[in-house]
Structure formats: structure tokens, C-alpha cells
């Protein structure tokens, strides 16, 4: 508790240098290092920005906090990258930290992934489990503000642990504000109330000031969940002494007449006064203050004379290198009957799933009873059983940021959104955490996860059924984009995207599924072998022009994807031999050398998208050719899309109005081709 005083007052006092934003414990010291002081190696802990003496507690130096809050090169946790207070660490010593993003309330789902990750590893027995030397089961704590319980996500994280019954523990620790948003202001309950309503998860309000009953009862908490395998939530009352942030101050906002009554409960001199009590000298008690302060003050001084990062670095650990770098197995084996696309993505599961036993498939619908909406799961819990293969309840946001936390004790979670038109509210997660979580661990936190997410319009399928969502996907950096549209690419490019130690998001066209839209037959072919992989990243031609058009300069191109390709290949039949077709496979990363290659040899292109046109990625990748290819193109880069509308329309005939088809396409090569 003096070494995270004196560490406030030094950041106070040197403001100039401190210059990043930071956030201190001042106030919440003793249920912090209360809570700490529990925690084994084997254990998971997600501290949030005030957690400095939980920090402290379980071993970080000042030193290595205060690298972060500098920014400095070899700060141990980010690199510089992150704000004071956002850990991550992976070591045997010490309880790991999945990456903390500053997001309020939002490291509730990842955390409780760690908790359901834990608890299939305890059901299969597997060696990946760590335990404590004396075969301690480990535990996880998430600590949030309690400001940040309002939040929707963090009632699914309640939701999931309640009714999954995990091992978590939910620290709140209660200082009665939000920045300037008072508790009466924001909310009816505090959080041990609200908790209430979710049937299974235990919970105590305690003094967090209160050094030993913090300690007391967060042994207990600690102890019970080792051994009971329950969720807990434990409410922790606390002043808050320092500033919100070193920016918003507490001047701004906060009376004197607050300040005062939160400084009654500074739980430093209310354990001072204990242990004097108990009989500790004052001269020992004065000394540990002084001694942590000229502490506080060395390591101060190492941590402003490190070195910054270097600018060189900046672009390191967006991915971490993936297994799958070349195309192998066999694409077409004689044996093998045609099987549809659905069945392929079926069938890379189970095979997957035969192989990994860190393996699971989970979403809305997916188990027994169903096997998905689209039947895409069929079968697979009863092969597998309920513990790898189970529905959720509707969750997106748990569905897609459960993964983090799953990864995090070593699972390979493949997990599906019902449809791109419901992603949105799993977004977040996606953008917040999984995207930036291995650039901003500098690699220690890849989010190994498989997101299978059905897109595209056909047949009436409505405005929240039909979406196409890849732009905003890929405005996110830091995930991976997969959109199959065949039978053999889905299989290769689903084990490539499992394999990959990176986020991926496979977008599936539900028209190409059963090749039920006329012209997708071709999207039936025959399922490659078991060992069949396509890396990521590598378009494909799929029809090709004749050569003697390519000489004469009469041959154009159409880069595309997904439903697009038959669109292509259908108008492409009205120019024989004129057309070549790509399909990228992969919309990030991009094949830009089978792109470019192809425009320049052509030079005339067009961007075929079924997304509503205006900024799509599909103008984009327009631009991005117009520039590479410049000197060898011979009219602009076009580009075809869907109308710019808000959605798809129910009405077939509304549908096939807004969306690009193989009539509308075939004009537009036509005055391509003469221009
Ligand atoms: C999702 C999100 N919304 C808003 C913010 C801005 N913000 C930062 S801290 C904070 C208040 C959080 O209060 P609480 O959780 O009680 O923690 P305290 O700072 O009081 O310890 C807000 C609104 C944020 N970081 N994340």
C-alpha cells in the first residue's frame, strides 16, 4: 500500500513526464493486493485499469508498471502500445493476464471464456489444464469498476457462468462512481443485488478498505472456488482517493465533502492503525513507508532513463505466423463423390474435430436438437457429445469474445453467428478485443479462433437474412476474412482458417450451401482429401480467357468472390474466350499478386461485389488496382455492386431489383470490352 502511494505521488509530482494517461489505485489498495495474495500460477486474472496494487500484489515491480506508463520500449507488457495498468502476461510464475483492452465492462466475456475453457479441459482431462503444484485447480478473476456493470455484455458473461456454472470470480469494486456519473445516477442496484437474478452465482458485499476482511473473505471466495467449481461475485466497497485519470481530475467534479468522506475509509492508514494496534512499532510501520518511497523513487528513475520503442517495430505482431503456406493434399481425388458446400464445411469439422480434441463448435442451434439452421452441423454432437458441440443462448457478443479466453488455456474454438445480418452485436468483441489483442500483447495473446458466419441474398430471404458484411469487417485490422464458394475451397480453406493461429471470420454464401440457385452447381464438386489445405490468401483463376484474345487485346477481367463467381461465369458465356474470372477466396489477406498480374495481362478490369457498391471493399480494391496497374490498363477499373440500399428486400422481384446478376454484369463487360 506505500509503494502504490508513493508510486500516486510521484506520477502527481512529475506530471510533465507522465504525460500519458493513467489511472491509480488510490483508494482500492486492500481488497487489490487482498485478492492477489490468493492467486497461484496456475490461476487467471483480468485486472482493470485501477488494478495497479492487484499488479504489485502478485509480484510486477514498480518498475515494470511504470514502463507502461511511459510508454517505453521494454515495457513488459505492451511494448508501449497500451495505457498505464493494461497487463497481459504468459509465464509459469505468476497467474497469466490475457491482453486488457481499456473498454469498460468488456473483459467480462473474454475472462469468463477462461472459465469455460478451464472447465471443458477439467471435463477431458487434458494435460493442457494447468494446476498448482499441489494439484490446485486453477480459478479466474475478472475485476471490473462498478460503473462498468450496467454494461449489456457483461450480464451475458453472468448469463454464461451462471448457467455453465464456472469457476470465476467476479470482483466489483464499488467506489461509487462512473468518471462524474453517480451510482444513483447510473443504476437501480449495486452489483451483488443485480447478480441476484442470475440463479447460481454466489455473492458477498464486503468492506474493500478493510485490508483484513478483504483478505479473510477473498480467501474464502478463493478457497471455495477452487474446490466447488462455482461462479462468485464479490462486491467490494471502496474510496476513490486519486484522480479519475491523471486527465480528468478530481477537482473537476468531485466535492470537498466527498473527498472527505472517501478519505475516511483510506484503507493505508486504516491498516496502519491496525497493525499498530496489534503491536507493530511506529518506527517499523514509518520505516516501510520511507523505504517504499526511496523504492518507488529508484525505480522511477530507471523506468524515465529506458529507451523508447523503436519506430522500426511499429508494424510487428499484427498476426502471428501461420502453419499453412502452401496448398497441399489432393484437390480432386478419383474416389470421392461430389458433395455439396454445406456438407464440406460438415465434414472439415468433423474431421477437424476427430483430430483436435482442444476442438469445439458452438453457437445458437448448433447442438443435438438441430445441428444449425442450415443443418451445417448436423450429427456433430452426437459424434462428439454436448460438451464439444452445444448451443448457446443468443449471445453473439459471448459467442464471438468467449473465444479469446478459450484460446487463452489452449482450445481451438470454432464458433458460429447465425447469420452476417446478426454479427453486429458480437462486433465489438471482434473489434475491441480479438482484433488488437496480439499487436497489443506483442504477440503473446494471438486470438486462435474460428468465427463461420452465413451471408448473402437469394431467394427472398428478407433484409435481416441476406446481408453481405465484409466491408465492415474489413475496416477491422487484425482478423482475417474467408469467403469460400465452392465445395473443395471450403474444405481446404476451413482447415487452413483452423489452423491458423490467427483470428478468422469464414463468411459462407447460404445461396451456394445445397447449389440451389440456378447457375451455383458448379459450386457442388468433389470433396477434396482429408489432408487437402488451402493457405489463406491465395485467389484462384476459375476461368480462364484464350491467349490469342489476351495477344489481341481483347480479353478482360473480373476479380471476385462468393455468389459473385457465378454471376461471372455466367455472363462471361456470352464472350467466349474473352473473360477471365478470379476468385480471391480470401479477402484479407489479399492475393494482390494474382490480382495485379491478372489486370496488367488483361488490362481491363472489373470488381464484381454483391455488396451495396458506394465504399465497399470492392472500391477499394478498385482503387488499390487502378494505382498498381496504372500504365497497363486501357479504360478504368470498374466496379458492380448491389444498389446502395439500406438492405435487401423481401420481394424477390425487390431482391433481384437491387442485386447484380449475370444480365446486369454481361452489359457492362460488353462496354468494357469495347471501350
Ligand atoms: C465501453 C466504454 N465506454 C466508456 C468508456 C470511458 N470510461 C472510462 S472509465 C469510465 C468509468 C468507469 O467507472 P467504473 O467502472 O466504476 O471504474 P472506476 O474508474 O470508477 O474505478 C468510463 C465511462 C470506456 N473506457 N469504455
Partial sequence: MCTAKAMAETYEEHRQVCKYVHSTSRGHEAIQLATAFQLLPCDYVSPYYRDESLLLGLGFSPYDLMLQLLAKGNDIFTGGREYYSHPNYRGEDKPNIIHQSSATGMQAIPTTGIAQGIKYLERINSALLRRGVGGEAPVVICSLGDASVTEGEVSEAFQFAALHQLPIIYLVQDNGWGI??????????NANEMVKGFKGIKRISIDGSDFFQSYDVMKNVVDEVRRERYPFLVHARVPLLGHHTSGVRKEFYRTEEDLARHYVDDPGPKLRNKLFESGIELEELVRMEVDAAKEVAHHYQGAVAAPEPDPATVEDFVFVPTPVVEEAGERNPADKEKVLMVDAALFAIREIMEEYPEALLYGQDV??????????????????????????????????????GMCATGLKPIVEVQFGDYIYPGLNQLVTEISKSCYLSCG??????????????????????????????????????????????????????????????????????WSKVPGTEE???????????????????????????????????????????????AAAKNFAGRVEVIDLRTLFPLDEELVF???????????????????????ALAGRISKACFRHLDAPVEVLGALNLPAVPMNIILEQAMLPNAAKLAQRIEILLNA
Wanted: proline share 4%; net charge neutral; aromatic share 8%.
Fill in 597 to 619: 498480374s491478372t489486370v496488367k495481362k488483361h488490362g481491363k478490369c472489373l470488381v464484381l461485389t454483391e455488396e451495396q457498391q458506394n465504399n465497399s471493399f470492392a472500391e
Fill in 367 to 404: 447442438g443435438r436438437r438441430l445441428g444449425g439452421v442450415f443443418r451445417e452441423a448436423a450429427t456433430l454432437a452426437e459424434q462428439f457429445g454436448d460438451h464439444r458441440v452445444f448451443n448457446t443462448a443468443i449471445q453473439e457478443a459471448y459467442i464471438i469474445g468467449s473465444t479469446v
Fill in 523 to 569: 459450386a457442388k464438386n468433389t470433396e477434396p482429401s482429408r489432408d487437402y489445405i488451402i493457405p489463406l490468401g491465395k485467389g484462384n483463376i476459375v476461368l480462364q480467357a484464350d491467349d490469342d484474345q489476351v495477344e489481341n487485346g481483347e480479353s478482360c477481367c473480373i476479380i471476385t468472390y462468393g455468389m459473385g463467381v457465378y454471376w461471372a461465369k
Fill in 180 to 189: 462524474s456519473v453517480t451510482s444513483d445516477e447510473a443504476r437501480t442496484t
Fill in 444 to 513: 503473446k495473446f494471438p486470438v486462435q479462433t474460428l468465427i463461420r458466419v452465413p451471408v448473402g441474398a437469394y431467394g427472398g430471404g428478407g433484409p435481416y437474412h441476406s446481408g453481405c458484411v465484409e466491408s465492415t469487417l474489413l475496416t477491422v485490422k487484425g482478423i482475417k476474412i474467408v469467403y469460400p464458394s465452392n465445395t473443395a475451397d471450403m474444405k481446404g480453406l476451413l482447415k487452413a482458417a483452423f489452423l491458423d493461429p490467427n483470428p478468422v471470420v469464414m463468411l459462407e454464401h447460404k445461396g451456394l450451401y
